[in-house]
């Protein structure tokens, strides 16, 4: 499977902005999609998970509350909705797929079979 990623941007603190995964190649809806964030210098840092159905979804603590991961499995799109942003939410978002991974799992990085290219968000304060 093949995931872009796109809907980055500019924004100011407390602004909103969504970011998108659309995958192509394979349908979407067998796989677990999560999103990671790195900033340069730093590891790549879980956001939010959702799993295949939809229904079980998981994030991170900083961004608990602010953001929302969705998933339309027609489009075999997954999208994060981000509210009330911070600068220090500025990094570059990356989704990530997987048709095995475990829910313990979900938060590792180097579980994830499939990677889009990363799309940049930057919040000014």
């Known amino acids: 499977v093949q995931l872009q990623a796109s809907g980055g941007g500019l924004v100011q603190a407390g602004a909103s902005l969504r970011v998108s995964c659309a995958a192509s190649g394979r349908t979407l809806r067998n796989y677990v999609v999560s999103w990671f964030r790195q900033v340069p210098g730093k590891e790549r840092e879980f956001v939010a998970t959702i799993f295949r159905s939809g229904g079980t979804t998981s994030y991170a603590d900083p961004v608990k509350g602010r953001f929302t991961i969705s998933r339309d499995n027609v489009k075999s799109t997954v999208y994060l909705q981000m509210n009330s942003l911070k600068p220090e939410d500025t990094a570059v978002y990356y989704c990530?797929?997987?048709?095995?991974?475990?829910?313990?799992?979900?938060?590792?990085?180097?579980?994830?079979?499939?990677w889009g290219q990363g799309t940049q968000v930057t919040v000014s304060s």
């Open positions: 990530a797929a997987d048709s095995r991974i475990i829910w313990s799992s979900v938060r590792l990085s180097e579980q994830y079979d499939y």
